[in-house]
Structure formats: structure tokens, C-alpha cells
């Protein structure tokens, strides 16, 4: 069996991977535009600021890909899918077939229809150029605006601090992360992050982005005008889908998968931030990896794993603060109860979302030390209709009724 | 030995498995892993791991 995979991220590797070790390939390529072997996407982070020495970036040595009998193609993308010679075209011209093709493509960063987005000094981060370029812009600028206040708005800004930017984050919706936090959440959140000497700026709508060739000021829709020299947007990701629309696969805001990740041509699987499953696009690495294991369970015919979805759970990483948030934290139709604790200093800020006897959502900010004991919670589907009354008080923590189990 | 999971990405570290891509040997108990181990899905640091029962 000849298994060609398209993308060398988080997706694509772990397919490769599993494949590999079943040893049921006969080969195995992999095709990426990008020039650099695997390195996980949240190191950009690291890189950016230049903690992280750019040739450290790769996660594995060298010869990972040959010890595995992997082909890695690096720089090489794939132009076009024909589906009926199972051929693809190479955007080199050249050619290649397969039994079993895998798309992990990934995404790109969005960028809203600002006008003057186009100007330079307006970045997105996604890749090690991307890093590269605003970690070298950010130790020279002197007014460093962020576009978006969500969970890589943020880890970028923190990033800004640590170059010696005090960058300017404007969300527009009316608090922080709002996927991820409550109002409240927000509040302590938003404390946190101007005590690390970022500014945040709320409900506020960026108009236009204003310069010459490059960047000198963001107006916003009030009229006001903050200088910038330096534009950082992180305002979500989209799928990449040309290729597969293209080739006629149904496509949505991703690429359509069943739960076997297959796409409606049996042979063609779609894994990762490419992937929509039931009418989502995550994007983030749990999600890539829970796929990644099931198509290549199924392309090497071992088990029969299904995809069932994920709970999406995100932790802010480089920030210094403690932040998890868990599945359904804002709950708007239904029956439900919200069970919250916040300390007397107002640092930590904790929210239980309980619907039918059960927990579907969770913040926990300022304090991790019971995220563990709420992933098993909610993974594990456990009743704590029976605590409820007790819940965040003295003398019961999450992890006894994990313990009572 | 413990297992240890990332809270970033949900990667298990097993200490029967080790990490051989990563230059660690299978036995290597989580806290014997060098300072500058870092999950190796997501790239967080082993302040990021909890440890599992
Ligand atoms: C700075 C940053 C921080 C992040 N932090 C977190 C975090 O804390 N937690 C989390 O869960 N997620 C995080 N994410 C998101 C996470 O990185 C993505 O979910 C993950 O990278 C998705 O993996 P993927 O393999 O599906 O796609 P990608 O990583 O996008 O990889 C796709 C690959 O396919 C290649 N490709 C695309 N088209 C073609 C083609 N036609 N031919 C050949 N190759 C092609 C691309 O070049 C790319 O290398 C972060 C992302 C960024 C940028
Ligand atoms: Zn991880």
C-alpha cells in the first residue's frame, strides 16, 4: 500500500507515525510546503521571543522521518488531487500516486477586512517566518497594537511584553477570550494581564489600519487613533480547503469528515484544523491528535476507532498565568446551573457549568491544581448532583468526588 | 512510576515508553526528565504536566 499525507504538522505526523509502526505501508510519503521538519506550532511562541534558538525549533532529530521509513518531502507542495488516476500534482510539476491519501493541511491565519490590512508592519502568526519577522519588528517598534484579545491574541501579546513591547490588545467583543471566559473570568483575567504591562482595550471595532507603504496608526470605529508601528492581528484561523475543493470534496468552513475521518471519497481522509466533524473546526492540538489516531486506525484496517469529537479544553501557556477552560462555559439555552468561587484577593476565579446531573464546562484561573480532577470529571461523565451544594467549599475538593467514584 | 499528561495537548508522558525520539530512554521517570524536556505534540514545558493517578 503506497500512503501519501499532505501536511507535516501536529496531523500529519502522527498519522505517519502510527502508520508507520504498524509497518502495513509499503510507503510512506510525506509532502510539506514548509522547509523544516515537525516542530509543535505553540513553540513560535518561544521562538518570537527568542528564547527558543531558531535551529532548536525542529522537535525531532534528523533521521526521525528515514528511521521510520517515512519519505519527507519538505518545500514541496501539492498542487492538485485527481481523484480518478488517485494522482497527484506536485507544484513542481511533478507527479506522484497513492492507495490512501491523507490531507492534514492545516490552516492559515484569517485577517478581517480592515482597510490598510494589506500595509506593511501588519503581521499574523503561524509559521517560523512569521515569528521570525515580528520578534525582529517588536525589539525596534515603539507602539505595538494586537488585533483580537483570544487565547493566541494574548499569548502573542505576552510575547511583545517580553521583546520590550507594552503592546495595545483590542478585542471587539465585550471581554477577554470570549470563546473560553465568562464576563467575570475576563475581569480577573484582563487584571492579570495589564499587571504584566500589556493595555486592554474591550468592545472597541478597529476601522482602519493607516500609513504610507507601512504602518503608522490604528484608527479605531469611535474615531480615536493609536499609533502603531507594529500590527500584530490574531483574529482566528480558516481551514485551507482549496486544494480539496478543487478536487470536488465537500467542504464546509473544513473539509467534511465522517468519524472515520474518511471525506466522501473513501480513500482520501482529512485530519486536523483541515477537518470539520458534526459542523466544527476546532484548531487546536487535541483535536488534530484524537483524529490523527483514528485515520490511521483505519487506513491500517487495525481496530475499528471512531472519532466521537472531543471536549476542547485550552490552557494559556506562556503568559505566566494559570488559565484552563473547559468545553461549555457560557451557557445560554436550557437547564443548567453555574456553581463559581472566586478569592478574596481576586486572583483565582473558578466556574463549574452543570447541566442533566453532569459537568459540560469549567473555567479554572489563577490556580490549576484542580484541572485533572475536572477533565476526569467531565471525560468520565461522573454525577455530581450529589456534591452540588458542596461544591467549592472547605472540605471537599473536586478530586475527592473523582476519588469517591 | 507516575504518568505524567500535558495540559496543553493531552500527550501521556509513560515512563515504561520514555521518549527515544527526544534522547530519552525507556525508565526515565518524569522527574528525571532534563529541564528543557518539552511535550513533544505541543512544545510546553514540564510545568505544563500533571501528574496521573
Ligand atoms: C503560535 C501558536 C500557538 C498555538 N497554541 C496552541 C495551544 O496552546 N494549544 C493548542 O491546542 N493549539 C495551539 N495552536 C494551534 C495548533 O498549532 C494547531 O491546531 C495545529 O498546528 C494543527 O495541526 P495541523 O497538522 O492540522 O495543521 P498545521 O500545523 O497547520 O500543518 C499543516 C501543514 O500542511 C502544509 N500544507 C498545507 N497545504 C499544503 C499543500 N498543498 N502541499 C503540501 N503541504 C501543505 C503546511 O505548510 C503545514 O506545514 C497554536 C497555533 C499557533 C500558530
Ligand atoms: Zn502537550
Not at chain 1, 507542495?77 to 507544484?91: K, N, P, S, Y
Not at chain 1, 468552513?253 to 471519497?265: A, L, S
Request: proline content about 5%; some cysteine.
Amino acid at each position: 500500500m503506497r500512503v501519501i499525507i499532505i501536511g507535516n504538522g501536529v496531523a500529519g505526523v502522527n498519522v505517519a507515525r502510527a502508520i508507520a509502526d504498524s509497518g502495513v505501508a509499503d510507503e510512506l510519503i510525506i509532502y510539506s510546503c514548509e522547509k523544516h521538519n515537525y516542530y509543535p506550532r505553540p513553540r513560535l511562541i518561544e521562538l518570537l521571543t527568542g528564547d527558543l534558538p531558531p535551529e532548536a525549533i525542529a522537535q525531532y532529530p534528523d533521521d526521525w522521518y528515514q528511521r521510520r521509513k517515512i519519505d519527507v518531502r519538505l518545500g514541496c507542495c501539492v498542487a492538485a488531487i485527481d481523484r480518478d488516476a488517485r494522482r497527484i500534482t506536485l507544484a513542481d510539476g511533478g507527479h506522484d500516486t497513492y492507495d490512501k491519501l491523507v490531507l492534514a493541511i492545516g490552516a492559515h491565519s484569517w485577517v478581517p477586512p480592515i482597510a490598510g490590512a494589506e500595509r506593511q508592519g501588519v503581521h499574523t502568526l503561524r509559521t517560523v517566518r512569521d515569528a521570525e519577522t515580528i520578534g525582529a519588528q517588536a525589539r525596534k517598534a515603539e507602539n505595538v497594537v494586537c488585533i483580537g484579545g483570544g487565547l493566541l491574541g494574548l499569548d502573542t501579546s505576552m510575547a511583545l511584553v517580553r521583546c520590550g513591547a507594552s503592546p495595545v490588545i483590542l478585542e471587539a467583543l465585550p471581554w477577554l477570550m470570549p470563546r473560553q471566559l465568562d464576563r467575570e473570568g475576563a475581569a480577573v483575567l484582563q487584571a492579570l494581564i495589564e499587571a504584566r504591562g500589556a493595555h486592554v482595550r474591550v468592545g472597541v471595532q478597529v476601522e482602519e489600519i493607516i500609513g504610507d507603504g507601512r504602518v503608522r496608526s490604528v484608527r479605531l470605529k469611535s474615531g480615536e487613533e493609536l499609533p502603531a508601528d507594529l500590527v500584530v492581528v490574531s483574529a482566528g484561523v480558516r481551514s485551507n480547503l482549496l486544494l480539496a475543493q478543487q478536487a470536488g470534496l465537500s467542504c464546509n468552513r473544513g473539509i467534511i469528515v465522517n468519524e472515520r475521518m474518511e471525506t466522501d471519497d473513501p480513500d482520501i481522509y482529512a485530519v486536523g484544523d483541515c477537518a470539520e466533524f458534526k459542523g466544527m473546526v476546532w484548531a487546536i492540538i487535541p483535536v488534530a491528535l484524537a483524529q490523527a489516531r483514528v485515520a490511521a486506525m483505519q487506513i491500517c484496517g487495525q481496530g475499528d476507532g471512531l472519532y466521537e469529537g472531543v471536549v476542547p479544553s485550552t490552557t494559556l501557556k506562556v503568559t505566566g498565568i494559570d488559565l484552563t477552560s473547559i468545553g461549555e462555559v457560557n451557557p445560554q439555552e436550557g437547564m443548567f446551573v453555574e456553581k463559581r468561587y472566586q478569592n478574596a484577593a481576586g486572583s483565582v476565579y473558578e466556574k463549574l457549568v452543570i447541566r442533566d446531573r453532569r459537568i459540560v464546562g469549567a473555567i479554572l484561573l489563577g490556580d490549576r491544581s484542580d484541572v485533572r480532577a475536572v477533565n476526569q470529571l467531565i471525560s468520565r461523565g461522573v454525577d455530581v448532583a450529589p456534591y452540588i451544594d458542596r461544591l467549592f467549599t472547605a472540605g471537599l475538593s473536586l478530586a475527592d468526588i473523582v476519588n469517591a467514584q | 512510576m507516575a504518568k505524567w499528561e500535558c495540559l496543553v495537548c493531552g500527550y501521556v508522558y509513560d515512563p515504561d515508553e520514555g521518549d527515544p525520539d527526544n534522547g530519552i530512554e525507556p525508565g526515565t521517570a518524569f522527574e528525571d526528565l532534563p529541564d528543557d524536556w518539552v511535550c513533544p505534540e505541543c512544545g510546553a514545558g514540564k510545568d505544563m504536566f500533571e501528574q496521573m493517578d
